[in-house]
């Protein structure tokens, strides 16, 4: 129970940072972002000396953390699964923002109170990562999912939804980094039973590639 309050108020906390980012506090979205293996710091800058950034190519894997369920807060109701994996491959060293092609992300056990629901994604596209820099600099990373779709099919009562996620949450530099997963999911497709109005999801993922992970310039 303590677990979970401490990773509910860690949540709120990456929220309201992701929430300064996009409405235009600082300038994440014009600073160089790289991977590094190492936690350097030049000037008060996190600057990623040349011999430790990742190159292009690198692989960034990421599990839904043990134990813990991604919730998908949807107009039919809460569906939560189990299972989760994604799995991207870095376009550029350094980009402003640096972009990944997804080559994975995907969802199991998904359920909505007992009833199997079927989520999936239809449309990878890319994720892009930027170095965040409010209020301060830091070695940890804002993610976006762009020209990604997913399903949510409730196979019981026949309904299926078409959704697009955007900002994805905070990926937090580390010899074991983490992802805080959350953002809205906006409707963008469905048969006729599917309600509008847009999802939203959550959960806690933990990146196994590379390992270790900051988030640098």
Known sequence: ????????????AVMAM?????????????????LCEEKTTVNGLP???????????????????????LNIVTPVGVVECTQS???????????IPLGAIVNVLNFGG????????????IVKGTLDIEVIDVPEWTHDGT?????????VFFKKAGIHCIYAPGHTGILTGGPMATIDWFGAL??????????????????????TSPEPL???M
């Not at 992701?18 to 790289?34: H, I, N, Y």
């Not at 600057?47 to 690198?58: F, L, S, W």
């Not at 762009?146 to 399903?151: E, H, K, L, Y």
């Open 186 to 207: 906006t409707k963008v497709g469905g048969n006729f039973l599917c309600p509008g109005g847009n999802a939203n999801w959550n959960g806690f993922y933990t990146v």
């Open 143 to 151: 993610l976006t999912l762009t020209g990604t779709q997913i399903t």
């Open 47 to 69: 600057i990623c000396e040349p011999n430790h950034i990742y190159p292009a190519g690198t692989r960034i894997h990421a599990e839904l953390e043990a134990g813990t369920r």
């Open 110 to 121: 998904c359920e909505k109170a007992g009833e199997e629901v079927e989520v999936k994604t």
């Open 1 to 12: 129970m303590m677990k979970k309050l401490l990773k509910n108020l860690g949540l709120a």
């Open 18 to 34: 992701a929430l300064m980012a996009t409405v235009g506090v600082g300038s994440a979205a014009a600073t160089p972002t790289a």
């Open 85 to 95: 994996t994604l799995d991207a491959i870095t376009e550029q060293q350094t980009e």
């Open 214 to 216: 900051w988030i640098s």
